[in-house]
Protein backbone atom coordinates (compact mmCIF):
# COMPACT_ATOMS: atom_id res chain seq x y z
CA UNK A 1 0.00 0.00 0.00
CA UNK A 2 1.57 3.29 -1.16
CA UNK A 3 -0.13 7.21 -0.09
CA UNK A 4 0.71 10.25 -1.60
CA UNK A 5 0.16 13.56 -0.16
CA UNK A 6 -0.04 15.55 -3.45
CA UNK A 7 0.45 19.06 -1.25
CA UNK A 8 3.60 18.12 -0.60
CA UNK A 9 4.55 16.87 -4.47
CA UNK A 10 3.54 20.17 -5.28
CA UNK A 11 6.92 22.02 -4.18
CA UNK A 12 9.77 19.57 -5.97
CA UNK A 13 10.12 20.69 -9.92
CA UNK A 14 13.00 18.51 -10.53
CA UNK A 15 12.71 14.51 -11.09
CA UNK A 16 15.01 13.78 -8.45
CA UNK A 17 13.37 15.98 -5.92
CA UNK A 18 9.79 14.58 -6.85
CA UNK A 19 11.30 10.45 -6.31
CA UNK A 20 12.93 11.96 -3.18
CA UNK A 21 9.70 12.87 -1.74
CA UNK A 22 7.83 9.75 -2.71
CA UNK A 23 10.58 7.93 -0.97
CA UNK A 24 10.21 10.16 2.16
CA UNK A 25 6.47 9.46 2.21
CA UNK A 26 6.51 5.81 1.84
CA UNK A 27 9.91 4.71 3.01
CA UNK A 28 8.90 1.30 3.26
CA UNK A 29 8.05 0.83 -0.47
CA UNK A 30 8.13 -2.06 -2.20
CA UNK A 31 9.81 -3.67 -4.88
CA UNK A 32 8.75 -3.89 -8.02
CA UNK A 33 7.59 -0.58 -7.53
CA UNK A 34 3.74 -0.46 -7.73
CA UNK A 35 3.99 2.41 -10.80
CA UNK A 36 -0.04 2.27 -11.38
CA UNK A 37 -0.84 2.43 -8.25
CA UNK A 38 1.41 5.67 -7.40
CA UNK A 39 0.19 6.73 -10.64
CA UNK A 40 -3.82 6.70 -9.29
CA UNK A 41 -2.67 8.39 -5.87
CA UNK A 42 -1.38 11.14 -8.19
CA UNK A 43 -4.29 11.68 -9.85
CA UNK A 44 -4.67 9.60 -12.81
CA UNK A 45 -8.28 7.91 -12.99
CA UNK A 46 -7.32 5.53 -16.23
CA UNK A 47 -4.30 3.19 -17.15
CA UNK A 48 -5.76 1.97 -20.44
CA UNK A 49 -3.58 -0.35 -22.61
CA UNK A 50 -3.82 0.36 -26.44
CA UNK A 51 -2.23 -0.71 -29.72
CA UNK A 52 -0.85 1.39 -32.08
CA UNK A 53 1.96 1.97 -34.67
CA UNK A 54 2.59 5.45 -34.08
CA UNK A 55 2.75 6.09 -30.39
CA UNK A 56 4.46 4.47 -27.53
CA UNK A 57 2.51 6.14 -24.34
CA UNK A 58 0.20 9.06 -23.80
CA UNK A 59 -1.02 11.42 -21.55
CA UNK A 60 -4.87 12.98 -21.12
CA UNK A 61 -4.96 15.42 -18.31
CA UNK A 62 -6.99 18.15 -17.91
CA UNK A 63 -6.11 21.40 -17.36
CA UNK A 64 -5.07 21.89 -13.98
CA UNK A 65 -3.56 18.30 -13.57
CA UNK A 66 -5.53 17.39 -10.68
CA UNK A 67 -7.16 14.22 -13.41
CA UNK A 68 -5.81 12.45 -16.10
CA UNK A 69 -5.71 9.17 -17.95
CA UNK A 70 -2.40 7.58 -18.96
CA UNK A 71 -2.09 4.91 -21.93
CA UNK A 72 0.54 2.54 -23.15
CA UNK A 73 1.29 0.16 -25.84
CA UNK A 74 -0.07 -3.18 -25.02
CA UNK A 75 2.54 -4.76 -27.63
CA UNK A 76 5.94 -4.52 -25.97
CA UNK A 77 7.05 -6.13 -23.14
CA UNK A 78 5.68 -5.52 -19.66
CA UNK A 79 8.80 -4.03 -18.55
CA UNK A 80 8.71 -1.54 -21.18
CA UNK A 81 4.83 -0.87 -20.40
CA UNK A 82 6.07 0.04 -16.42
CA UNK A 83 8.68 2.40 -17.95
CA UNK A 84 6.36 3.94 -20.05
CA UNK A 85 3.39 4.41 -17.26
CA UNK A 86 6.34 6.11 -15.28
CA UNK A 87 7.18 8.30 -17.98
CA UNK A 88 3.65 9.42 -18.70
CA UNK A 89 3.63 10.05 -14.69
CA UNK A 90 6.84 12.36 -14.89
CA UNK A 91 4.77 14.47 -17.55
CA UNK A 92 1.75 14.53 -14.91
CA UNK A 93 3.69 15.85 -12.02
CA UNK A 94 6.61 17.60 -13.53
CA UNK A 95 5.52 21.22 -13.19
CA UNK A 96 7.16 23.00 -16.21
CA UNK A 97 5.34 19.72 -18.13
CA UNK A 98 2.25 22.37 -18.66
CA UNK A 99 0.91 20.93 -21.71
CA UNK A 100 -2.56 18.72 -20.76
CA UNK A 101 -1.41 16.24 -23.11
CA UNK A 102 1.64 14.13 -24.33
CA UNK A 103 1.51 11.47 -27.00
CA UNK A 104 5.26 10.03 -26.78
CA UNK A 105 6.92 8.28 -29.33
CA UNK A 106 9.45 4.75 -28.86
CA UNK A 107 11.81 7.33 -29.39
CA UNK A 108 10.73 9.46 -27.34
CA UNK A 109 10.88 6.86 -24.55
CA UNK A 110 14.09 5.71 -25.10
CA UNK A 111 18.30 7.60 -25.10
CA UNK A 112 17.13 8.63 -28.09
CA UNK A 113 15.07 11.23 -26.96
CA UNK A 114 15.81 15.11 -28.40
CA UNK A 115 13.02 17.17 -26.69
CA UNK A 116 14.08 18.32 -22.73
CA UNK A 117 10.63 17.10 -20.91
CA UNK A 118 10.89 13.74 -22.91
CA UNK A 119 14.89 13.34 -21.33
CA UNK A 120 13.19 14.86 -17.94
CA UNK A 121 10.32 12.33 -17.93
CA UNK A 122 12.93 9.36 -18.88
CA UNK A 123 14.76 10.15 -16.26
CA UNK A 124 11.82 10.68 -13.60
CA UNK A 125 10.76 7.02 -14.68
CA UNK A 126 13.97 5.44 -14.30
CA UNK A 127 14.40 6.56 -10.62
CA UNK A 128 11.54 5.73 -9.80
CA UNK A 129 11.01 2.12 -11.02
CA UNK A 130 14.62 1.92 -9.64
CA UNK A 131 15.02 4.35 -6.88
CA UNK A 132 18.92 4.87 -5.76
CA UNK A 133 18.37 4.13 -2.31
CA UNK A 134 16.54 0.91 -3.12
CA UNK A 135 19.22 -0.39 -5.80
CA UNK A 136 22.50 0.49 -3.39
CA UNK A 137 20.40 -2.39 -1.38
CA UNK A 138 21.10 -5.08 -3.54
CA UNK A 139 24.43 -3.80 -5.44
CA UNK A 140 26.91 -2.05 -3.78
CA UNK A 141 27.97 0.67 -6.07
CA UNK A 142 31.69 0.36 -5.16
CA UNK A 143 31.94 -3.55 -6.08
CA UNK A 144 32.41 -5.14 -8.85
CA UNK A 145 29.16 -6.47 -10.90
CA UNK A 146 28.75 -8.80 -13.65
CA UNK A 147 26.04 -9.16 -16.15
CA UNK A 148 24.17 -12.01 -13.82
CA UNK A 149 23.79 -8.98 -11.37
CA UNK A 150 22.04 -7.38 -13.91
CA UNK A 151 19.73 -9.89 -15.04
CA UNK A 152 19.13 -10.65 -10.74
CA UNK A 153 18.42 -6.91 -10.21
CA UNK A 154 15.91 -5.94 -13.50
CA UNK A 155 13.82 -9.38 -12.68
CA UNK A 156 13.73 -7.90 -8.72
CA UNK A 157 12.54 -4.67 -10.33
CA UNK A 158 10.87 -5.60 -13.11
CA UNK A 159 12.52 -3.03 -15.80
CA UNK A 160 14.13 -4.31 -19.21
CA UNK A 161 17.48 -5.06 -19.65
CA UNK A 162 18.87 -2.06 -20.96
CA UNK A 163 17.51 0.61 -18.01
CA UNK A 164 18.64 -1.64 -15.58
CA UNK A 165 22.22 -1.39 -17.06
CA UNK A 166 21.95 2.37 -17.96
CA UNK A 167 21.35 2.85 -14.24
CA UNK A 168 23.89 0.20 -12.65
CA UNK A 169 26.65 1.70 -14.48
CA UNK A 170 25.23 5.54 -13.69
CA UNK A 171 25.40 4.63 -10.11
CA UNK A 172 29.02 2.38 -10.16
CA UNK A 173 32.03 3.34 -8.92
CA UNK A 174 34.00 1.15 -10.71
CA UNK A 175 35.37 2.29 -14.56
CA UNK A 176 32.97 0.04 -16.51
CA UNK A 177 31.52 0.81 -20.11
CA UNK A 178 28.63 -1.26 -21.81
CA UNK A 179 28.38 -2.11 -25.32
CA UNK A 180 25.03 -3.03 -27.22
CA UNK A 181 24.84 -4.28 -30.26
CA UNK A 182 22.81 -5.87 -33.74
CA UNK A 183 24.52 -8.69 -35.82
CA UNK A 184 28.32 -7.58 -34.26
CA UNK A 185 27.18 -4.16 -35.44
CA UNK A 186 27.89 -1.22 -32.63
CA UNK A 187 24.47 0.57 -31.93
CA UNK A 188 25.64 2.54 -29.45
CA UNK A 189 28.15 2.67 -25.68
CA UNK A 190 27.51 4.12 -22.00
CA UNK A 191 30.22 4.62 -20.00
CA UNK A 192 30.33 4.95 -16.27
CA UNK A 193 31.92 8.47 -14.60
CA UNK A 194 35.04 6.33 -13.81
CA UNK A 195 35.79 5.19 -17.02
CA UNK A 196 38.38 8.19 -19.02
CA UNK A 197 39.59 5.59 -21.64
CA UNK A 198 37.94 6.52 -24.98
CA UNK A 199 36.35 2.82 -27.09
CA UNK A 200 37.88 2.97 -30.66
CA UNK A 201 34.24 1.16 -31.94
CA UNK A 202 31.49 3.92 -32.96
CA UNK A 203 27.93 3.76 -33.48
CA UNK A 204 27.75 1.23 -36.99
CA UNK A 205 31.32 -0.42 -36.86
CA UNK A 206 32.01 -4.12 -35.87
CA UNK A 207 33.23 -5.73 -32.78
CA UNK A 208 36.74 -6.08 -32.50
CA UNK A 209 37.83 -9.29 -34.36
CA UNK A 210 40.14 -10.56 -31.55
CA UNK A 211 36.80 -9.80 -28.79
CA UNK A 212 35.02 -13.33 -27.49
CA UNK A 213 32.08 -10.55 -28.04
CA UNK A 214 31.57 -12.04 -31.43
CA UNK A 215 31.00 -15.08 -30.83
CA UNK A 216 26.81 -16.12 -30.63
CA UNK A 217 28.07 -17.45 -26.82
CA UNK A 218 26.80 -15.81 -23.39
CA UNK A 219 29.71 -15.30 -20.72
CA UNK A 220 28.12 -14.78 -17.53
CA UNK A 221 30.02 -16.23 -14.91
CA UNK A 222 33.36 -15.21 -16.05
CA UNK A 223 35.67 -11.65 -17.00
CA UNK A 224 37.18 -13.03 -20.30
CA UNK A 225 40.77 -10.24 -20.44
CA UNK A 226 41.92 -9.49 -24.18
CA UNK A 227 44.32 -6.72 -24.83
CA UNK A 228 43.12 -3.40 -24.23
CA UNK A 229 44.34 -1.88 -27.48
CA UNK A 230 41.91 -4.00 -29.23
CA UNK A 231 38.62 -2.17 -27.24
CA UNK A 232 40.21 1.72 -26.14
CA UNK A 233 42.00 4.39 -28.54
CA UNK A 234 45.37 6.00 -28.10
CA UNK A 235 44.95 8.02 -25.00
CA UNK A 236 44.95 10.96 -25.09
CA UNK A 237 46.90 14.20 -22.43
CA UNK A 238 46.75 12.72 -18.90
CA UNK A 239 45.09 9.51 -19.57
CA UNK A 240 46.62 6.10 -19.55
CA UNK A 241 45.21 3.07 -20.85
CA UNK A 242 44.90 -0.11 -18.57
CA UNK A 243 46.88 -2.90 -20.18
CA UNK A 244 43.94 -5.35 -19.89
CA UNK A 245 39.98 -4.99 -20.51
CA UNK A 246 38.04 -7.63 -18.96
CA UNK A 247 34.56 -8.43 -20.77
CA UNK A 248 31.25 -10.33 -19.93
CA UNK A 249 28.90 -10.52 -23.27
CA UNK A 250 25.11 -11.61 -22.84
CA UNK A 251 23.77 -12.87 -26.71
CA UNK A 252 19.77 -11.80 -26.86
CA UNK A 253 17.59 -12.78 -29.13
CA UNK A 254 17.47 -11.59 -33.25
CA UNK A 255 21.29 -10.75 -32.88
CA UNK A 256 21.35 -8.21 -30.24
CA UNK A 257 23.86 -8.59 -28.04
CA UNK A 258 25.07 -6.77 -24.57
CA UNK A 259 29.07 -6.24 -23.48
CA UNK A 260 30.18 -5.48 -20.26
CA UNK A 261 33.46 -3.96 -20.33
CA UNK A 262 36.12 -3.40 -16.86
CA UNK A 263 39.75 -2.77 -15.92
CA UNK A 264 41.05 -2.23 -12.63
CA UNK A 265 41.41 1.61 -11.52
CA UNK A 266 44.69 2.14 -10.29
Known sequence: MVELDLIELADCVRPEQLIAEILRQNPQMPVPVPVEELA???????????SSSGFEGALVANDTKSDGLIFYNC?????????????ELGHFLLPWHRQSSFHCSADDISARANKDWEREANQFSAELLM?????????????????????RVKDEFET??????????????????????????????????????????????ELPSKSL?????????????????????DPTRGVENPDSIYEQTLVQEDGYKVTLLTYELE
Not at 75 to 87: D, E, L, N, Y
Not at 132 to 150: I, M, N
Not at 171 to 194: F, G, M, P, W
Open 75 to 87: QVPRPRQRFTIGH
Open 40 to 50: RCAGISKIEAF
Open 160 to 205: SFESTTRRIVELSEQACAVVYTKDNLVRYSIYSKHFKSRLCVRKGG
Open 213 to 233: SRLDVSSLDDWLEIDSSWWLE
Open 131 to 151: PTVLLKQRLDPSAEFGLSDVI
